[in-house]
């Protein structure tokens, strides 16, 4: 008895043959061999060599079964496109489920950074006070502040970008679903 493995192997081995089939088929090489055989098919009757009759019989026969055949390619073929089409719908579906959740995560972040910003606030304003106090060291403080503010907003900044990124590829999954 045949195991699973040898029928699948067996059905890779003639997928790879209809493929190289179809593809022959649509190829230049073919139309010339097709061009040859039905140059050849009404000559023979011309020559002589066959019955006129007997060609068409054959000719139409060999034609027949060969669009049989053509008609089988052709829908393995679209099979084969739908089934790629429907992975890439999926992945199409997963990357948007991400991007969803990179978005609440950028979100968090951003009130995170919010919250630090007004705890920054209170702080200068707590420094500030003190630095009323304390004129000796009113340089040194206004130097942590100014550092301060520096990173909030560079992480603002980069947190737009991210945003933007974000937005962009929203658009692109959106554009390929449409297509």
Request: glycine share 2%.
């Amino acid at each position: 008895m045949k195991t699973q493995n040898e029928k699948k192997e067996k059905i890779e081995v003639l997928e790879k043959i209809a493929n190289g089939i179809t593809w022959w088929i649509g190829s230049i090489p073919s139309l010339i061999v097709h061009t040859l055989f039905f140059i050849t098919s009404f000559l023979l009757p011309a020559l002589k060599i066959v019955e006129f009759d007997k060609m068409l019989l054959i000719l139409t026969t060999v034609v027949s079964l060969e669009a049989i055949y053509l008609a089988i390619f052709i829908q393995m073929s679209v099979n084969k496109s739908h089934e790629k089409i429907g992975d890439i719908q999926e992945d199409i579906e997963d990357i948007q489920e991400d991007i969803e959740e990179i978005s609440e995560d950028i979100e968090e972040i951003s009130e995170d950074i919010e919250e630090i910003n007004e705890d920054i606030e209170d702080i200068q304003e707590d420094i500030e006070e003190i630095n009323e106090d304390e004129e000796d060291e009113d340089h040194n403080e206004r130097a942590k502040n100014v550092m301060l503010k520096s990173h909030v907003t560079s992480n603002k900044n980069e947190i737009k970008s991210l945003k933007d990124q974000i937005s962009e590829l929203q658009n692109m999954i959106d554009q390929l679903k449409k297509d």
